[in-house]
């Protein structure tokens, strides 16, 4: 049994990609129908049929899209263009930020420590440059995934139509004595992560919408891209702030170091504003797992899928605690 999970495992993760490619506009839909469904629920509840509903709640949502269209996405087609263009000069400054540091330690520190640093610097120096140099590579990946994510509404748009029936459904194919445990168990994880997945959400919209006005006051380059992806990446725990951050950080230092202790100002009082008031007020509970499970999730996540697998790592390990927890009240 163990060799045969163990095999399964390994196949799996061989063909992640694949299976990645595949199964995107599934969990793209999903998403849709999870994030959604509480609206088309009240909807139904004032009296307006299910498939109404979800029609209704699509053609706003196609209305934004549309919007979306025509008035954003120009702006980050162009910011995305001058990235590209504007790669080797960030480049550049980073190599010559490097040597004449080389130049002034090297008259202060011994041989020894100066041959550590050298080390050192080398190894951030080619970490730095590797990602600027694969920002390109980076951005055409996530355009190649375009079919997934136009595919992914669709497939929400038919989840959230027959949502009831797909659980009358699968209820129907379970053992009688067994239906009752399922239904509690499903109520459970909706109750735990969605209010989670959604708050969360909430509030990274928020914190992506702030960090973009912040920048485009203060006049910095690249302000919807840093802004997307600190809202993006504020789903990640921890170190998700730190990720938005760091773009928006290092383009300041290079380009406005004149600006950066106002930039660090701005990024304090929207984190604050995040940790104070919005999260307690529209996440409140959390999913309740310690710390050092979390950061393990984390770890794990990133290591083996990245950026989506930090960002799912949390929901994942809070249903699989569920699970256990349900597992173990159930066999007692």
Known sequence: MFVSFSIIIIILFSQRKKIEAI?????????ISYILDPVVVF?????????????????ILIGSIIIALVYIVPVILMELNKLINTIPFYTQEIQDIVKEFKIKYKTIFPAAIQEVIDRNIDQIEKILLSILQNIASIIMRWVSSLFSIILGPVVGFYLLKDLDKIKMNLVYYLPHDQRQMVIKFLEKIDTTLGRYIRSQLIVSFIIGIFTTLALYILKIDFALLIGLLAGVTNIIPYFG?????????????????????????????IHELESGIISPHIVGENVGLHPITVIFSLLVGGTFFGLWGMILAVPIAALIKII?????????
């Open 324 to 332: 256990f927890f349900e597992a173990e009240k159930n066999g007692k």
């Open 43 to 59: 909807l139904s509840n004032k009296g307006i049929k299910r498939p109404i509903a979800v029609a209704l709640i699509y053609f």
């Open 23 to 31: 199964l995107l506009p599934f969990a793209i839909g999903l998403l």
């Open 241 to 269: 702030p730190f990720i938005g951050a760091l773009p928006a950080v290092v383009i300041t230092m290079l380009r406005y170091p004149h600006k950066i202790v106002w930039l660090v100002i701005a990024i304090i009082i």
